[in-house]
């Protein structure tokens, strides 16, 4: 398993004409699986995954399913991870001989996870197959918490999976947050309590809740979809992993403040923002509907008075400013790779973890709750997060080194993620064979980015423009922090 550090390449495959999985077809899909994993060496009589999973292995596919309807004007195809990949890949698990094969997410907590399933036809799909194969355990929630979002006030139901269903990491000082702890308390999740965050991250102290299905997997397949984002600038492989933890308080995505009084929320200063954040602040502090909607009603305007001065980053961390979100995705990877059921971290990896990425109709623009299209036609598959992510940014016509989170990933620290330099990261497949600098550019499009990543773009192509509609960050639910 220790390969998977040292493995820099990342294979692609074109899916077969069409505008969507769904519309190609599943065998086309099928198809493009199984010609990236004979690039990536993975198959073998027992099928495309034979040679990933041990017979009698317990397999856990972890898709993105972040929420059950797009926030913009667009639909599914470009949200979430295709249906038809998901059911590829399962059923490639099984052929390869898993004892015991499990699809499960924690999508934000506003998803409406059945409707979801169902819009999908996913939830057909399992109990059809669950019936068939008794190895097939179906499709999990790991959410402990949900909520209804109503005119801005937040109603919560906790508690909805025992802790004991779960394992508590502390990495206390090996955390990358730990360098950005200060005792003032100031990491913030949009839409949640920030006392309940003080709790789980500090100086000295970083603590994430992960589900125990990943981490009693022998295999673990990482299904992203490949999107840009307001916060981490891409998700794909690396920012996927925030879905392995049940609650969001153990998830910092910024810290309270401008850039010049150390915090990551917006550039600069602003007094109208600071009221903005205390506003916020006050209204997840509040139980009761009246005064949630009395502080609500009081943030919106301060909302629309920093629109008219101009701002579209919101107060929320929406910018390649960004120094908390990377912290917090590397340390859940690092989790996942070396992290036992008992909380305990390991010197040498602990499962098997591959990832098989869609871009097929991959997400652009005000990504990851409200993308917009991006007709990529691709599978991307490798062993190493951070190579599958370096060529997940080339192909959104970013430049890499311009992104927190993959420009820190592949550094030295306690449990490790690569051992190798980014320059040795190299694609092979469909698209040809070579570094991504030579082989990516020729196949890359116009891409719109979020208004606070479009210095990250990769020159000399500029991003395109995107809908003036990042302002809404006070009111939607979009902000909270997927």
Known sequence: MTMALADATVAISRVASGSSARKTGHDSVSDALRRVADQRQWSNDRGPLGKVIPSGARVLIKPNLVLHQNEGEAGLDCLVTD?????????????????????????IQACDFPSLLQSTGLDLWARELSERDSRFKGMRDFRRTTCVLAHGVRTAAENLRPEDQFALFDLGKNSLLEAVSRDDKRFRVAWYDPRLMARTHGSGFHRYLVAREVLEADVVINLPKLKTHKKAGITCALKNLIGINGNKEYLPHHRLGGSANGGDCYPGRSKVKRALEYVTDRQNLTSGFVAAAFWHGLGSGFSRISRLQGDRLGVDGSWSGNDTIWRTCLDLNRILYYGKPDGTMASELQRRVIHIVDAVIAGQGNGPLAPDPLSLGLILAGDNPVAVDWVGAHLLAYDPFKIPLLRHASESFRWPLTTFATSKIRVTGDLGAGSPEAILPCQRQSVAHPIGWRDASAEPLQAAPIPDSLGKSYQEPAQSGA
């Open 83 to 107: 249906a038809s990949l998901i059911q590829a890949t399962v059923e490639a698990a099984l052929q390869g001989g898993a004892a015991e094969v499990l699809v499960g997410d924690a999508p």
